[in-house]
């Protein structure tokens, strides 16, 4: 069974903090990972996504990638009230590009 | 970018009745579509994926006769419901991915069987 495992939250951040978001995996044959951001009777839409180890910037956003430990996150800093949604985590194996998502963390961004 | 639609974005129908939902790549060429539904709440949880002029895949669990699938052509995919039922109310999302495997998804249809 390939699992992507998040925290359900809510997480909740006050406005300009850093807000850190966890999703693990359980197969190791995952080679890209994705976050999404869902709002509210919303499709997702595409944050970032990462293969390699380490970490990803851009803008307010890092992900970061330990395969080693099967864990990825993503980093909001500066956090508004606007960020204030879902956030799922996706695993791909690029053999399939079939897209396994985590049941996601909702964050809330307080004023 | 690449943009994805679906149509309709939301419909009502009566139990046993079918509904088709639409979706399109509207700048590029997909040759894979895939259909998730996601009840509320919960995960997107992928239903199959679509391949331009072939049979879809369904994943484990997922109804073939109940949930029809078309992929004629690069830029269309669609997904019948047929004979819904009130279980069948959900939030159903595609996606498409191009030709550099990124996948964009669609705006949703939410559906609601009465």
């Known amino acids: 069974q390939k699992e992507v495992e998040q925290n359900s939250g809510p997480l909740s951040v006050p406005e300009g903090a850093i807000a850190s978001l966890n999703c693990t995996y359980s197969?190791?044959?995952?080679?890209?990972f994705f976050w999404y951001r869902q709002y509210s009777g919303k499709s997702p839409e595409l944050i970032m996504f990462i293969y390699s180890n380490g970490d990803k910037e851009d803008g307010r956003f890092t992900a970061q990638l330990n395969k080693a430990s099967q864990y990825v996150s993503l980093l909001i800093r500066d956090s508004q009230p606007s960020d204030s949604a879902t956030y799922l985590c996706a695993a791909r194996m690029d053999s399939s590009y079939k897209l396994i998502f985590g049941s996601g963390t909702r964050l809330l961004v307080r004023p | 970018g690449a943009v994805v639609s679906q149509h309709p974005s939301w419909v009502i129908c009566k139990s046993g009745t079918s509904v088709k939902i639409e979706c399109r790549s509207l700048d590029f060429q997909a040759t894979t579509m895939f259909w998730y539904r996601q009840f509320p709440k919960q995960s997107l949880m992928l239903m199959a994926t679509?391949?331009?002029?072939?049979?879809?895949?369904?994943e484990q669990g997922v109804e073939k006769d109940k949930f029809l699938i078309n992929h004629a052509s690069l830029t269309l995919s669609t997904l019948t419901v047929t004979s819904a039922h009130p279980e069948d109310s959900s939030f159903y999302i595609c996606?498409?991915?191009?030709?550099?495997?990124?996948?964009?998804f669609g705006p949703g249809t939410r559906l609601t069987v009465t």
């Open positions: 679509s391949n331009e002029g072939s049979k879809a895949t369904y």
């Open positions: 996606s498409a991915r191009d030709m550099l495997y990124e996948q964009y």
């Open positions: 197969d190791r044959g995952s080679q890209s």
